[in-house]
């Protein structure tokens, strides 16, 4: 398949290049995300019934995981909230071009930071806590909070988006699995960019601002830095930025030789698993060693968790390469071929989530019409009763996506090793002893 210019159609163009339908959209966001907080704070303690468990944890996820990101890959980045109060102090305006003179501190994000292992460690926090932040709304509520003034307090030290780039938990995985996705932004012509004075598409200029997330679009060619806010398409005079359609998974033919990125695709992977275990498992223990923070109990969950994701995991996929006869350097192999386990860990979080959504969707219309759980009734569906929805074909479609995760990783494992100068049988053996454990732990 090749590439399809989408925005060769006039009308989407109008839509992407127009600032007010994002800023609409911005808006309900924001307004939604500010309400869950208060929600997660004020409102009824049983998440089953709070607006902030259930429309953050089960209607959102499930949107981001089972369409957003990979279809869209970073569309929910285009549209999230999270950055905008911040970024409007940032340039003393809505919509109109920021002054010449920056408004804060606007300095640069420091140089040994520039990766996204804060991004790894963040995530590890909130999946450590997540027994916890799944079930208890003000929890929920105050990590919502600390997010948003969080981005807002960075921008007003460092230029552009500090937090969406190097601390958002959620910007990592989205970041790492967008690869996949068959939406891109790309230039049409280098030669164009080469030539173009001042760069107004990084700079800014008066049609808009410099791009947000510090990437110069004329060296973009992967999904994951760039969180598609549409600034580079406002602001080139030439008419050479492009979003276009494209074969899935196209960014992982050329593998990363970055070892954040490679752990990223361990902590996503492997937290499925244990995700699996801990939420859907019929092992007690486990469940009570994961929600009851600060015990000993949870201290050895954690030990577990860590060592599963940072030891047992990587150190039984490096098996299959440590052959020292090989030219290039054990990192760079390490790095490349856990590309690999991107397709495989983005269809385990597809498998685990409609487990985890299917069961806990009919929430969604109880907590829409009591979201504080007052004993409002506003739309006659508050006291809907709970059922899981689907149960007849969840166990197909969970099989289904883990054995297409199987065939896509083998695929992009073959590319790897390629790449590497190593086989793939070993990696495709690990995936799909991994693929096994999976479909044990969720059928």
């Known amino acids: 398949m090749n590439r399809i210019e989408l925005t060769r159609n006039r009308f989407l163009k109008n839509i992407l290049v127009n600032r007010y339908p994002q ?12 309400f869950a907080i208060l929600a997660g704070l004020i409102g009824t303690p049983v998440g089953s019934h709070n607006f902030s468990i259930v429309f953050v944890w089960i209607a959102w996820w499930a ?16 549209i999230c909230p999270i950055p905008l109060p911040g970024e409007w102090l940032q340039r003393g305006a809505v919509l109109a071009p920021p002054d010449k003179k920056p408004m804060w501190l606007n300095l640069r994000w420091p140089k040994a930071l520039r990766n996204i292992w804060l991004q790894n460690i963040s995530f590890l926090l909130l999946a450590l806590f997540s027994s ?21 307090g960075l921008s007003t030290i460092f230029e552009r988006r500090a937090f969406c780039r190097f601390l958002c938990p959620v910007g990592g ?14 230039i049409k012509e280098k030669q164009v960019c080469a030539s173009c004075i001042g760069k107004p598409c990084y700079n800014g200029s008066a049609a808009g601002y410099g791009c947000p997330w510090d990437v110069f679009p004329g060296g973009l060619t992967k999904n994951t830095y760039c969180g598609l806010c549409m600034e580079c398409i406002r602001t080139c005079p030439h008419d050479n930025i492009a979003v276009s359609l494209r074969p899935f998974s196209a960014d992982l033919a050329k593998p990363s030789t970055r070892m954040d990125e490679a752990f990223k695709a361990f ?10 275990g801990v939420l859907l498992g019929p092992w007690g223990f486990l469940k009570d060693a994961a929600y009851n923070v600060g015990t000993g109990a949870w201290f050895v969950y954690v030990l577990a968790f860590l060592v599963l994701i940072f030891g047992v995991l990587p150190g039984t996929f490096s098996l299959g390469f440590l052959s020292t006869k090989n030219p290039i350097p054990f990192k760079q192999r390490f790095a490349s071929l856990s590309t690999s386990l991107i397709p495989l860990g983005l269809m385990f979080w597809v498998a685990f989530s409609l487990s985890f959504v299917m069961t806990n969707a009919s929430y969604i219309m109880a907590a829409l019409s009591d979201p504080l759980g007052l004993g409002w009734n506003l739309f006659g569906t508050a006291d809907a009763v709970w059922q899981p929805m689907l149960t007849t074909i969840l166990a197909p479609a969970q099989t289904l996506s883990l054995v297409g995760g199987l065939i896509w990783s083998a695929r992009t494992a073959q590319k790897a090793a390629n790449e590497v100068q190593v086989s793939s049988l070993p990696l495709i053996a690990y995936s799909f002893i991994a693929t096994v454990i999976m479909l044990w732990l969720l059928l």
């Open 23 to 34: 800023l609409a959209v911005f808006m309900v966001m924001l307004v939604g995300y500010i």
């Open 63 to 78: 949107v981001l995981i089972l369409v957003a990101v990979p279809f869209f890959g970073r569309g929910w980045c285009a």
């Open 132 to 152: 916890v932040l799944l079930t208890t709304p003000n929890i929920t509520g105050i990590v919502l909070a600390v997010m948003l003034f969080g981005a807002i």
């Open 173 to 186: 995985f989205i970041g790492i699995y967008s690869q996949i996705a068959p939406i891109e932004l790309r």
């Open 267 to 276: 902590i996503m992977f492997g937290s499925a698993m244990i995700y699996a």
